[in-house]
C-alpha cells in the first residue's frame, strides 16, 4: 500500500506564512505528479498547486505569486510554502500524490488533511 502523511499548517495570521510538507511512502514504484488541494466548509474541494515529476508547476489563479510548491524526487516528498496568507486561504489542505505502485499499478492516493486557519 502507499501512505501519505502531512505535516505543517496550523493558525496563523492574516499575512503570515506557513509551510506544508507530504511524505508518500509504501510500495512505490515511481511517483509522477503531486499536489495539494483545499477544502473549505461548505466548498468542494479545489486544486491548490500541482508539480509534475519534472518540476513543471502549475497554480490556482487565487494562490499565484503567493504559494510555492516544491519536491524531492529522490524521497517521496512534497511541500508548499504559503506566504502572504489571506483569511479566505482557511481550509482543510490535502496532499495527493499519482503513484505507480511496485506491482506496476497506478492509483492516486490523498493524505489525512492538516487544517489551515488564517485569522483576519
Known amino acids: 500500500q502507499v501512505q501519505l502523511v502531512e505535516s505543517g499548517g496550523g493558525l496563523v495570521q492574516a499575512g503570515g506564512s506557513l509551510r506544508l510538507s507530504c511524505a508518500a511512502s509504501?510500495?512505490?514504484?515511481?511517483?509522477?505528479?503531486m499536489g495539494w488541494y483545499r477544502q473549505a466548509p461548505g466548498k468542494q474541494r479545489e486544486l491548490v498547486a500541482v508539480i509534475s515529476s519534472s518540476g513543471s508547476t502549475n497554480y490556482a489563479d487565487s494562490v499565484k505569486d503567493r504559494f510555492t510548491i516544491s519536491r524531492d524526487s529522490a524521497k517521496n516528498t512534497v511541500n508548499l510554502q504559503m506566504d502572504s496568507l489571506k483569511p479566505e486561504d482557511t481550509a482543510v489542505y490535502y496532499c495527493?500524490?499519482?503513484?505507480?505502485?511496485?506491482?506496476?499499478?497506478?492509483?492516486?492516493?490523498w493524505g489525512q488533511g492538516t487544517q489551515v486557519t488564517v485569522s483576519s
Open positions: 495527493n500524490a499519482d503513484v505507480v505502485r511496485r506491482n506496476l499499478l497506478s492509483g492516486s492516493y
Open positions: 509504501g510500495s512505490i514504484f515511481r511517483v509522477n505528479n
